[in-house]
């Protein structure tokens, strides 16, 4: 560890602590339907928009009918996906003359990206061509995005709304969502990640000629291991810099290269990755804030940040306390950070970014449910690699995905109070809204079907040939990897341990499903009860009212998040990563 490195973590979190205020009531003054200073260019967009499509921009949705609008276009947008990856072999932009993608995995994709999740187990530069990159998966990225702020304004409509039937109307925060708020920030920051040096470009990869060729083992045909002499390289480019820009500011995670955000051509240089990890942040960021203008609370607004912020800083400061100590089984060898070496663990991380930017990086798009990395965490050290597998673990609400990470936290809001109400004996309270039977049951409903996915896919794939015939790696790394791959599935954050192979039958399609059950069985039950909160009556606060704009909720609120996940998943986690950590401590290694 270095100043220099709490130094760069210290200024980013200052950057999103600045933007969260302008951002967030730019975000209320869209949704409210305010005037904003970008109205005159869009609005003629949007009512185009709305009568191609026959919308009206007036109706308000039920919350049932705003869920069925939700859950039917995302099947029709899975589906077209899934039927884009099949045919792409015959459909234009694809220099590369990229075959179908299989059944199993154009399922596990589709799935993935219409949930905003983007687990990819395939190698995209190989995999998907030009056409399926762009009307395909960057597509999902903006909607899926669009899909999940949509949803935490309407859950904020429900708290913020008085005797009322209507949370709003899906297609109308869609829209507005995917004008004003995703792409002009897209279009100014896909414009700087071509000036660091990402391409955007249509043409046929490049082959060039190796300075020295290569040996390497292949097998042929029979089994058998040859030796084969490489004398070429083929470069992957492509429309990279429009899909890499929503890739972070949309929490989407999905690379255009296999190495994701660690490939030079999507991340080049340090400024590149610090407007990544920025973009990563800062939609979830201002929703706190959005949250307290439309409710009326701002200090609300900010104690909510407050607790994600220190649910951050506890684990950017772990991760990076211990990857910079180093790997104790390389005794004897020099892992001080010094002028000549970054120092530490620098397995799986890029120089150009060195320990300080890799775990900031990996805690930001673990907390945001974002996925994209710039290291690999399979080769972070064991309590290193514990901290991202949490951030997960506690229901992606550290900020969490765009929209995604604000409704997943007012879960956890309605359960604290709910806590309060139980110490003082009396009805719970929210910002004037009294916390009944029906909302509590929700909320755990929300809340328990996560762990329980994960918990029992993992358990069956620990003990199947199915499951473990992927593993790279024995003992609790390995189970840690399958761990790792549910929770990412489930939590809708795409990021995984490397070491797993799952691009098989069993794990597109159980993958594929948890991306789908962590999406969309915890959206109906947040809906239902947005729904039931603006039908309620305005409670004016009494003396017994437990607030929640102070630093005491503050810490409720943080102590609920982390008893809730601690209880969960801390026996799973004692057989994997923390028994890892015990062992390696005693000499051994996986």
């Not at 480019?237 to 994701?260: D, L, R």
Request: net charge neutral.
């Amino acid at each position: 560890m270095t100043v220099n490195g709490w130094l760069q973590i210290g200024i980013f979190l200052a950057l999103v602590l600045a933007v969260t205020k302008p951002l967030g009531i730019f975000m209320a003054r869209v949704f409210n339907r305010e005037h904003t200073f970008m109205d005159r260019a869009l609005r003629p967009i949007e009512r185009l928009l709305y009568r191609l499509t026959g919308v009206d921009e007036h109706h308000e949705m039920r919350w049932t009918e705003y869920a069925f609008a939700m859950l039917l276009f995302s099947a029709v947008s899975m589906l077209v996906l899934y039927l884009l990856q099949r045919v792409q072999g015959f459909l234009p932009l694809n220099p590369q003359k990229l075959a179908a993608v299989p059944p199993d995995l154009a399922f596990n994709t589709a799935a993935s990206f219409t949930t905003n999740t983007n687990w990819q187990a395939y190698v995209p530069e190989t995999t998907m061509s030009y056409l399926t990159q762009m009307a395909g998966l960057a597509y999902h990225n903006f909607a899926s995005a669009a899909v999940g702020i949509a949803l935490a304004i309407a859950f904020i409509r429900g708290i913020a709304r008085r005797e009322k039937d209507t949370i709003g109307n899906f297609w109308v925060d869609l829209v507005r969502c995917s004008l004003w708020v995703l792409l002009p920030a897209c279009l100014l920051g896909a414009l700087l990640l071509v000036w660091q040096g990402v391409p955007q470009n249509l043409k046929p990869y490049d082959t060039v000629k190796l300075v020295e060729p290569q040996q390497v083992q292949i097998s042929d045909p029979d089994g058998h291991l040859v030796t084969q002499t490489v004398t070429d390289q083929v470069i992957a480019q492509g429309p990279v810099a429009s899909q890499e820009i929503i890739k972070e500011w949309g929490t989407n995670g999905g690379g255009f290269f296999n190495a994701n955000s660690a490939h030079p051509f999507e991340n080049p240089t340090p400024l590149s990755n610090f407007i990544e990890m920025f973009c990563i942040f800062a939609i979830s960021a201002g929703l706190t804030y959005t949250l307290g203008r439309m409710t009326g609370s701002p200090k609300h607004g900010w104690a909510v940040w407050a607790a994600m912020a220190i649910l951050f800083l506890a684990g950017v400061s772990t991760a990076y306390w211990a990857e910079g100590r180093g790997n104790p089984l390389l005794a004897g060898v020099d892992q001080h950070a010094s002028a000549l070496q970054a120092g530490g663990n620098m397995e799986g991380k890029e120089v150009r970014f060195g320990i300080a930017n890799t775990v900031l990086f990996a805690t930001a798009t673990t907390d945001a449910s974002c996925g994209a990395v710039n290291g690999m965490h399979d080769s972070f050290t064991p309590l290193g690699g514990l901290v991202p597998l949490v951030n997960i673990m506690l229901g992606e609400v550290i900020f969490g995905g765009v929209g995604a990470g604000m409704y997943g936290i007012l879960i956890f809001v309605i359960l604290s109070v709910f806590i309060a109400g139980l110490m003082v004996g009396r009805t719970p309270e929210y910002l004037g809204k009294k916390i009944e039977a029906y909302d509590v049951k929700m909320a755990m409903l929300a809340i328990l079907i996560f762990p329980l996915t994960i918990l029992v896919l993992a358990g069956i794939s620990s003990i199947y040939g199915f499951g473990t015939s992927s593993i790279a790696n024995p003992g609790p790394h390995g189970l840690s990897e399958i761990l790792y791959a549910f929770t990412s599935g489930t939590g809708n954050n795409g990021s995984a341990f490397g070491g797993l192979n799952a691009n098989t039958h069993w794990y597109n399609t159980a993958i594929g499903l948890s991306t789908l059950i962590g999406r969309f069985f915890i959206i109906i039950p947040m809906l239902a009860v947005a729904g039931n909160l603006a039908r309620k009556k305005y409670v004016p606060p009494s003396l017994g009212t437990f607030p929640v704009t102070t630093p005491l909720f503050t810490v409720l609120l943080t102590g609920v998040i982390i008893i809730v996940g601690a209880l969960t998943f801390f026996p799973a986690l004692s057989l994997g990563p923390i028994l890892e950590h015990l062992l390696m401590g005693a000499g051994k290694a996986f």
